[in-house]
């Protein structure tokens, strides 16, 4: 399993509000591929929220992580 990303959309305007996140690999199976999922324009969105799921997903299981208290539950 493969995570790409930028910290910033546009570096212009020193945007990150649409940030990409391309994710690569099925970590053996345990990640669903060929989607896209779009999350602009939802208040709960959260760059750790969807690290947790891939934590998860190769059995490291924090509670929490940076500020998510929740997982992003279609990863």
Known sequence: MLMHSS??????K???DALTV????G????????RALDYTG????QLCRLLMP???KLDVRPKTFGY???MVEEV
């Not at 910290?7 to 212009?12: K, P, V």
């Open 14 to 16: 020193h945007d990150n």
């Open 68 to 70: 998510a208290k929740m």
């Open 27 to 34: 970590a053996g199976g345990r990640l669903q591929g060929g």
């Open 54 to 56: 891939l934590m998860h």
């Open 7 to 12: 910290s910033i959309t546009a570096g212009a």
């Open 42 to 45: 939802k208040p709960d969105r």
């Open 22 to 25: 391309i994710m690569l690999g």
